[in-house]
């Protein structure tokens, strides 16, 4: 093979662009390694300094979203590059994908919105794994959150997916503190200010049961009388509690309440219903009857 005979200048072009190439795709994939790591690792330092319970699974969350953003924009411009060193004309591709981008995000309103809502659920730690919330109408215990949906479990074990796109507001029960809230109804016949007086009793034996100690933060706060119902004063008196914990106070503050109200006698209300019998024209009151009707005794056994 003579060498002379090779057209270099021929060659030189192609060769350049394959090289230039080449360059690309390894420079792509450098950087796409290199901050997915660092990535993962501002992450590990996130966690660490948040614990277990403020956040892991958010910062796990929030690190795989920008390691994939990562990876589509370095995987997007090193396409854009390779095509410009192939010799393909990138506007006509650039309109082409404005025009389907366009299509796409009208017939796919919603799962946009389902990922920015997510985006923004995560950034701005509105829900963490683990927390009891209500959205979109459903209540439990949140058990996985996606840039798509948030998937709860309810009380009695149904689990609901919900997408981000229904969220428009988070009711979070499980942040910094709660309040374990009791209406306790009496009936009329009974003195308030001696309810109110057991009531705090049972408050202030609770804060002092070292098994309650860690769950309650403050003694009850007693409002008083909420409400009179058709049968019932209703007494309105709460806890502030540790997260989570309402529903286990209150059923306790209950079961004790109750033992203490049949100690004392204390009536519980039953519906009462009065029976008006009218007047006639002289404003006097008809007589009303009533007999006391008893089953008959069974006979006595021969």
């Keep these: 093979m003579n060498l002379d005979n090779i057209d270099w200048e021929r060659w030189s072009g192609p ?39 403020e956040g892991s699974g958010r910062a796990a969350t929030l690190g795989r ?7 589509v924009i370095v995987s997007a411009v090193a396409i854009m590059l390779v095509l410009g060193e192939v010799g393909v004309s990138l506007a006509p591709i650039l309109g082409a994908a404005g025009v389907a981008g366009l299509a796409i995000g009208f017939g796919a309103q919603s799962l946009v919105k389902d990922y920015f809502t997510g985006f923004f659920i995560l950034f701005e730690d509105q829900i963490r794994t683990g927390d ?44 910094y503190y709660a309040y374990a809230v009791m209406d306790v109804g009496v009936a009329y016949r009974e003195n308030v200010d001696e309810v109110i007086e ?88 008809p007589a009303l009857p009533l007999r006391v009707v008893r089953p008959p005794r069974p006979a006595a056994a021969a």
């Excluded at 979203?65 to 990876?71: F, G, K, Q, W």
Aim: glycine content about 6%; some cysteine.
């Design 15 to 53: 060769a350049l662009s394959a090289a230039r190439i080449v360059l690309i795709v390894v420079l792509a994939w450098v950087s796409v390694v290199l901050l997915q790591r660092l990535v993962r690792g501002v992450r590990r330092r996130v966690e660490r300094r948040l614990g277990e319970t």
């Design 65 to 71: 979203v920008v390691r994939y953003l990562i990876a």
């Design 132 to 175: 009891v919330v209500t959205v979109a109408g459903i209540s439990g215990a949140v058990e996985d959150i996606t840039l798509r949906h948030v998937r709860l479990r309810d009380y009695d074990g149904n689990t609901h997916f919900v997408p981000n796109s229904l969220i428009t507001t988070v009711t979070n029960m499980s942040r």
């Design 198 to 285: 057991l009531l705090r009793d049972v408050g202030a034996r609770m804060r002092a049961d070292a098994a309650l100690a860690g769950l309650i933060e403050d003694d009850l706060e007693i409002a008083g009388v909420d409400k009179l119902d058709a049968s019932a004063v209703v007494i309105r008196c709460r806890f502030r509690v540790a997260p989570l914990q309402q529903w286990t106070v209150r059923r306790e503050f209950l079961r004790r309440m109750k033992a203490d109200f049949d100690a004392r006698g204390i009536e519980f209300p039953f519906p009462h219903i009065t029976i008006y019998a009218g007047t006639d024209k002289q404003g006097d009151a």
